[in-house]
């Protein structure tokens, strides 16, 4: 179908989860909705580790099917010294490009249309909302959905904010059979907030690191630090990764930022997948009620955001914290972790153990405060 200039409801913008479950809910209210996407095939090329978590598939509505690739019971986080800590948020290595095109089916199946290979150029406002301009032609509509990813050209054209702060990810496929069912990440200060992971699928692996510089430095770094040789590599994918919690301003004039667009990631984990289906139906239910006359729709979704336990202003602390840890601090906690899982921590041992060894005992207090805290927050990372 291409784009005319007949008037809809609502244009979503980006065809990946935030994008789709945006136009599912939008569609299942009555508004008449459009899904464009740039891209010939949604969810390809891969740029992500293809993880999530048990909560974010049930939350997906997609249940079992062929994207699950492997099953993971949790994960391991490693410091220098090859201790870890464990946890026990279980959740599944996935097909992205079978998963997103899953949530385009639903999507139309609820009577959003799909319009792929199209690149939105440019918009503009118009008395009745905004018009669209492709390479097709151009399409009207009272209201616009944004999930067009971290770095966009249409966030200012539509008058809203842009991502500030970023982080790169650089990943590969590798040849490698590996059954186990625990996600490893790989911690340094030096990432400042990144790590490496090694994501087991069964028949494969994926791998790669997330860092603010030097990336092929860091990827030659877990690499060795892996034993994965180069000739197991297979494929590569990345791509930039929000690292500063939501935008200043993700809703404008009848338009609304989510997923990447919006900032819409885990600030601890850099985790997306959850974080964009949440953000674009609740994105999706404000725009549609705004639509419809309430003015406060939209000022009440920016007020629950910033209260949610995916983007509250605490996870961007946790993250301020776990990135201000230097190495020998990090072994020690990893040491007295002892391969436990965190949500076996006794807080009150731990805060013995860490008493004679000097600078620890108050990062342990603090910690436990901020780590175990409303452990909700983890339901998101993935």
Request: with cysteine.
């Amino acid at each position: 179908m291409k784009p005319g200039s007949k008037g809809i409801d609502v244009a979503v913008v980006g065809g990946g989860p935030a994008g789709t479950s945006a136009a599912a809910v939008l569609a299942s209210m009555g508004l008449s909705t459009v899904l464009l996407d740039a891209r010939e095939e949604p969810g390809v090329p891969i740029q992500c580790g293809e993880v999530i978590s048990q909560k974010a598939l049930a939350y997906s509505g997609l249940g079992d099917g062929e994207w699950i690739v492997h099953e993971l019971e949790g994960s391991r986080i490693f410091s220098l010294s090859g201790s870890f800590m464990g946890s026990r948020n279980r959740g599944f290595s996935i097909d992205r490009r079978l998963f997103d095109l899953e949530l385009v089916r639903i999507a139309e199946a609820g009577g959003a249309r799909a319009i792929l290979s199209t690149n939105v150029i440019s918009g503009s406002s118009t008395e009745n909302g905004w018009r669209l301009r492709t390479k097709k032609g151009h399409l009207d509509a009272r209201g616009v959905v944004l999930a067009t990813g971290p770095v966009s050209h249409l966030n200012r054209m539509f008058g809203l904010g842009e991502n500030r702060e970023m982080m790169m990810g650089l990943g590969a496929k590798i040849s490698r059979r590996d059954n186990s069912a625990r996600m490893d990440f790989h911690v340094s200060s030096a990432l400042v907030g990144g790590y490496g992971w090694y994501f087991p699928r069964g028949n494969e692996v994926n791998i790669g690191v997330v860092a603010r510089k030097d990336l092929r430095s860091w990827f030659e770094w877990f690499i060795r630090k892996t034993s994965i040789r180069r000739d197991e590599i297979r494929s590569w994918h990345g791509g930039m990764v929000p690292d500063g919690g939501p935008i200043g301003k993700f809703t404008g004039a009848s338009v609304v930022a989510v997923g990447d667009c919006g900032g819409f990631s885990h600030p601890v984990s850099k985790g997306g997948i959850h974080c964009a289906m949440l953000s674009g139906r609740e994105g999706a239910k404000a725009l549609a009620d705004h639509l419809s006359g309430n003015d406060n729709a939209l000022g009440d979704l920016e007020r629950m955001v910033h209260d949610h336990l995916a983007f509250s202003f605490m996870n961007i602390r946790r993250r301020d914290l776990l990135s201000s840890i230097d190495d020998p601090t990090l072994d020690m906690l990893t040491s007295i972790a002892r391969g436990r899982d965190i949500q076996d921590i006794d807080p009150k041992k731990t805060v013995i153990e860490a008493l004679p060894r000097p600078g620890l005992y108050a990062l342990v207090l603090k910690g436990l405060a901020m780590v175990q805290g409303g452990k909700e927050w983890m339901d998101y990372m993935f």
